[in-house]
């Protein structure tokens, strides 16, 4: 019996973290429900009894640890940093959430929010980008993605002129456009294989690019799904954040894979 759990956590869990053998219905159905749970505990009974409130402040105060976290998985990959359970994915998630914590109690208890918070991850964002820099062999893909991701702003922007969303969710659409230009450079100019298991068929059939498209029409159905799941504005702002960081993070971590493993 502990066999067979041992073999099923194995297969499923365990050895795609260091085989990098992607995604499969079962780890993404269990990641998808542990990230819900620990987006509705963590404004339950971090944010929520700590009074942050959540607004572009609380973005940029989160975005230098998600850089941090984005740039070492990046450095695994690459080879510059040790595989280790921790800093592997998922666990790089909950490592980063344990970096941070701390710091937003210490700035909502010293009441000098979000400064704390933001110095903290600038400090590991800079040690980790040290590396990146330091052992980067080709910035060619961070250019490709930069050239996807303005075009996608721009067009971004000016459709936001419209005003189709609330202000504040344009931070997580911003962040899966940047997502999708370093996921599209890497797999149609270089190569990379989509881990994402539905993602991964949606390639195969229709070519990187179908990323847009479908990025795009999840976003909306995530933005209307939201706004009549979650009445609680503050509860469906943390939300917003959440969706950011799950865009931001492999936006940041992809390019950064790419030149460390690119050579010139």
Do not use: C
Not at 232 to 254: Q, S, T
């Amino acid at each position: 019996m502990l066999e067979a759990i041992w073999n099923f956590f194995n297969q499923y869990f365990w050895e795609p973290m260091f085989t990098r053998s992607g995604y499969n219905a079962v780890n993404t159905f269990v990641y998808a429900l542990l990230f819900g749970l620990g987006v509705i505990y963590s404004y339950r009974y971090i944010i929520k009894p700590l009074k942050i409130k959540v607004d572009e402040r609380l973005f940029w105060a989160v975005t230098p640890m998600v850089v941090f976290g984005s740039t070492v998985r990046a450095l695994v990959d690459g080879g510059v940093l040790p595989q280790h359970p921790l800093i592997l994915t998922p666990g790089i998630f909950f490592t980063a959430f344990f970096l941070i914590v701390p710091a937003l109690v210490a700035d909502a208890k010293l009441k000098t929010y979000p400064k704390i918070t933001i110095a903290w991850g600038t400090i590991l964002a800079v040690w980790a980008n040290y590396l990146l820099i330091t052992h980067a062999k080709n910035w060619k893909p961070y250019e490709l993605t930069m050239i996807h991701t303005v075009v996608s702003f721009v067009a971004v922007l000016a459709f936001y002129r419209w005003k189709p969303f609330d202000r504040l969710y344009l931070y997580p659409v911003l962040a899966h456009y940047f997502d999708m230009a370093s996921t599209v450079v890497g797999i149609h100019f270089y190569g990379y294989r989509e881990v994402h298991w539905i993602e991964h068929h949606l390639v195969q059939w229709f070519g990187a690019y179908i990323y847009y498209p479908w990025i795009t029409l999840i976003l909306i159905a995530v933005y209307y799904a939201l706004k009549y799941l979650v009445p609680d504005e503050e509860e469906r702002k943390f939300w917003y954040l959440a969706i950011y960081v799950l865009g931001l993070g492999p936006a940041i971590r992809d390019p950064a894979q790419m030149i460390l493993q690119i050579g010139g």
